[in-house]
């Protein structure tokens, strides 16, 4: 499982960067997935990186804060699948109405959470 979790913590940088440098590009490229996938994908692609987080939270130092992001990450894929109260909706509204510097901080978080994984590994 050591691999599952190198392979999401450097995705996780490599978003992280890429929505840092190229702001403009990932707002394109988030708004563009948002429409063109179906609810039901995105639910499944959000439950599955928790699961996976899950799964290898064992070969981390710190199990218990990377099974709680993976946690985190199967009620996402519920709440996107069930979709309570028009929430998706109301998170497309907000993140088409993100501002660069928004974008800019959602990329160094995923950069410092990827960093975190990576270097928790035993």
Not at 36 to 59: D, E, H, K, M
Not at 84 to 107: A, H, I, K, V
Request: charged share 10%; hydrophobic share 55%; proline share 1%.
């Amino acid at each position: 499982m050591k691999i599952v979790v190198y392979l999401l913590g450097f995705a996780w940088i490599a978003v992280g960067a890429f929505a840092i440098l190229y702001t403009d590009d990932t707002k394109a490229y988030l708004k563009g997935l948002l429409n063109r996938l179906a609810r039901i994908w995105l639910a499944l692609i959000a439950a599955v990186v928790g699961l996976l987080l899950l799964l290898g939270a064992g070969s981390t130092m710190h199990a218990g804060f990377i099974g709680v992001i993976g946690c985190l990450g199967i009620l996402k894929g519920v709440l996107l699948y069930f979709n309570p109260g028009g929430l998706f909706e109301t998170s497309q509204r907000w993140l088409d109405n993100l501002n660069d510097q928004g974008y800019r901080l959602m990329g160094i978080i995923a950069l410092i959470l990827g960093t975190a994984v990576i270097s928790w590994i035993k």
